[in-house]
């Protein structure tokens, strides 16, 4: 790691914009990424569950990592999701990714269902596979949507024994235990521990170590803060404005999901449409209310970017 960036901060989820009728806005996936440089962001997350990937065709996947990989430049670093149960694919994705210009690639463990899963040699192979084919660091996604087990000796296990698997996105229960459990047993292998979940567990999360947070794009400028009085050591600080903004996460977590960076971003005049596609369904209009009355109280800045 001599010499290598170090991730770390507040790298947030790119939502994915569509119109009405459901077809890519790239118009408005622009607007979205200088909002989120705007939000003062450490980097972004592309093509991730919350950019709406499972709804995506693979002609859209590859038109939006060129289209917002091209557009950020080298303002902030881009993590491209790779995700998919093929090897093969995943390969090929990482590869593409990194001659673009990506700067991390972000993969869960393979799965295809709860019954079609591979087994813990599989699941190394695939992770090597991936960092050979892209050169550049990984990310381990471990959330509960694959329904694949990543004990911690395992998780170790990758770190130590593939150079470029550093980075480590904890959503599983317990979390912050989980993220303690690795930082031990990986040691200097564990580059970043991250935070996800929208950062509904992110005060203890910090305080078991870790240095990133992958939340929404709902409102990192008022998780920053959080990280940066954390990182100095002013836990006080730290927990205060977690206090403060915990309502409208827990808004989020539990209620809207994806949605709601939409619904604010659409609110802000960032994109012209919160539309989501089909099986997801537009939210309750009693809902959206409520979401926006307890976002105003906080007027981040997804809340008011295009006015």
């Known amino acids: 790691m001599t010499g290598a960036a170090v991730y770390r901060g507040v790298f947030p989820i790119v939502p994915t914009p569509f119109d009405d009728a459901g077809v890519l806005d790239l118009n408005s996936q622009r607007r979205v990424l200088d ?24 002609a859209e996947r ?78 381990v996604q471990d959330a509960p949507l694959s329904g694949v087990q990543l004990p911690v000796r395992l998780l170790a296990r990758m770190a130590q024994s593939i150079p470029l698997l550093q980075y480590f996105k904890i959503e599983t229960p317990q979390a912050a235990g989980k993220l303690r459990a690795l930082i031990i047993q990986g040691g200097d292998d564990i580059v970043g521990p991250f935070d996800g979940e929208e950062g509904i567990t992110l005060m203890a999360d910090l305080d078991a170590g870790a240095t990133g947070t992958m939340c929404s794009a709902l409102i990192p400028d008022l998780i920053r803060p959080v990280l940066e009085a954390h990182q100095v050591g002013d836990r006080e600080a730290a927990a205060q404005h977690y206090q403060r903004i915990l309502p409208l996460i827990n808004y989020e977590n539990r209620q809207w999901g994806l949605r709601a960076t939409k619904a604010v971003m659409k609110e802000g005049g960032v994109i012209h449409s919160d539309h989501v596609r089909h099986p997801l369904a537009p939210l309750d209009p009693t809902t959206r209310t409520g979401l926006l009355e307890l976002a105003r109280q906080f007027e981040p800045l997804a809340l008011r970017w295009g006015l």
């Open 35 to 58: 909002c989120m440089i705007d939000q003062g962001v450490d980097g972004l997350c592309i093509i991730a569950n919350y950019s709406e990937q499972f709804l995506l065709s693979d």
């Open 62 to 139: 590859d038109q939006l990592m060129r289209v917002c990989l091209e557009y950020v430049g080298r303002r902030v670093p881009v993590i491209v999701t790779c995700s998919h149960f093929s090897t093969q694919v995943v390969e090929d994705r990482c590869r593409t990714a990194a001659d673009l210009g990506a700067d991390m690639i972000m993969l869960m463990p393979p799965y295809h269902g709860v019954g079609l899963q591979a087994d813990e040699a599989a699941v190394i192979e695939h992770f090597d596979r991936a960092a050979n084919a892209g050169g550049i660091p990984i990310m």
